[in-house]
């Protein structure tokens, strides 16, 4: 059973920081493609980063110069710095990755609120 959780999030002002983190078990976190999500209004779930099992990265264009995604595989967690916040980045955080049969599976997500 592939288990996800978020931690990090809290609230900041405009132009803060905030870096998330995501622990996970039951799966060979090393061979995973993981993803970060945005759940905002409208209950809407936004790709906002992803990093495959090579450290090969891709971001949402509005974070691609202020937020970075990383990976520990001998923590099996990832991370993801966001700097330079913006109110429109506020929302529900979660990880995300595919578990043994290749479904899609979440964390319940770590709130982000930012203030301006």
């Known amino acids: 059973q592939v288990e996800l959780a978020e931690s990090g999030g809290g609230s900041v002002q405009a132009g803060g920081s905030l870096r998330l983190s995501c622990e996970v078990s039951g799966i060979i976190f090393s061979a995973k493609v993981m993803t970060w999500y945005r759940r905002g209004p409208g209950n809407r779930r936004d790709l906002m980063a992803t990093i495959t099992p090579a450290g090969i990265t891709t971001y949402r264009d509005s974070v691609r110069d202020r937020f970075t995604i990383s990976r520990d595989n001998a923590k099996n967690t990832v991370y993801l710095q966001m700097n330079s916040l913006k109110p429109e980045d506020s929302g529900v955080y979660s990880c995300?990755?595919?578990?043994?049969?290749?479904?899609?599976?979440w964390g319940q997500g770590t709130q982000v609120t930012v203030s301006s």
């Open positions: 995300g990755t595919t578990d043994t049969y290749g479904t899609t599976v």
